[in-house]
């Protein structure tokens, strides 16, 4: 074509033709999400995370809004082959409804710390846990961690999860509300209301104990735990009566206090220790 051409008005050309060179591939395409996390204080910190998805044997990649609309197989029910009809299911009642489980399941996974730190406490070896604000599970967890798969940190990776094919999925509401629907296509999930930050820890144990089959191991565990809290109070009766204590996170970037609803807040409570005035 010779001369001058116009894209737009009256000199421009009458059709465009699509000249297509290659064909699709199987590459995959990255996309980055900046979201927030919560902590006790409600405040939201910037943390990066990558999603991926699977469709059959293609992955791809989509960029994910805020709302964490990973997508899954559309033959997932293959995936989740996990058995809950008949008599041996049981049913557990949680914040997001009813979930029939199995009665013994074998391969958990954690979407928090808060379901993984009973759950070892309980006995049940989890197959994959998603990881705190660092890139490993805590170090206070010492070999009870060993073979836990991470499946990605808040929101989790599905993909992730998908692939270790569990019979059981524990979360949140804070967290995981809004990916309930399709961490229940991989597996029965079931979630708390909170994530032991709102003075309601004894009562997730409890929940975390049911779903896991574990309900007989609840009392002793709280027995041990007031046997612990009576003997430090004996202790601390030599100390000062005025000591007050802090319980402070950190990490890169911001720093945060534990309140008093807190999991160490209540902690530091039934001890009978006095926290700073604008710690409570």
């Given amino acids: 074509m010779r001369g001058p051409s116009a894209v737009y008005g009256q000199g421009a050309t009458g059709g465009v033709i699509n000249i297509i060179t290659r064909q699709p591939t199987d590459e995959r395409i990255q996309s980055e999400l900046v979201v927030g996390a919560r902590t006790d204080l409600g405040e939201l910190q ?9 469709l ?9 809004s805020s709302n964490t609309s990973q997508e ?3 033959n997932n029910k ?3 082959s996990v058995s809950t009809s008949g008599a041996t299911a049981r049913v557990i009642k949680h914040a997001m409804g009813e979930t029939k489980v199995p009665a013994q399941p074998q391969r958990v996974v954690m979407l928090d710390t808060a379901p993984l730190d009973p759950a070892l406490a309980l006995g049940v070896k989890p197959i994959g846990s998603s990881l705190p604000r660092t890139d490993s599970l805590p170090a206070y967890l010492g070999d009870r961690a060993a073979g836990i798969t991470p499946v990605g940190k808040t929101p989790p990776n599905l993909e992730a999860i998908l692939r270790l094919q569990p019979d059981l999925i524990l979360g949140n509401t804070m967290a995981h509300r809004q990916i309930y629907d399709k961490l229940s296509q991989i597996a029965p999930t079931v979630l708390t209301a909170g994530n032991s930050t709102d003075g309601q820890w004894k009562q997730e144990l409890q929940l975390y104990a049911q779903a896991l089959d574990r309900a007989d191991a609840v009392q002793p565990l709280l027995d041990d735990y007031d046997r612990r809290v009576a003997k430090l109070q004996q202790q601390l009766k030599a100390q000062p009566s005025n000591i007050q204590v802090s319980v402070v996170i950190t990490t890169e970037g911001w720093i945060a206090f534990y309140t008093q609803d807190s999991f160490p807040g209540l902690v530091l409570q039934d001890v009978g220790l006095a926290r700073p005035q604008l710690k409570t």
């Fill in 78 to 80: 293959i995936a989740n």
């Fill in 46 to 54: 910037g943390e990066s995370f990558g999603y991926t998805l699977m």
């Fill in 72 to 74: 899954l197989p559309s």
């Fill in 56 to 64: 059959l044997t293609v992955l791809t990649v989509y960029g994910c």
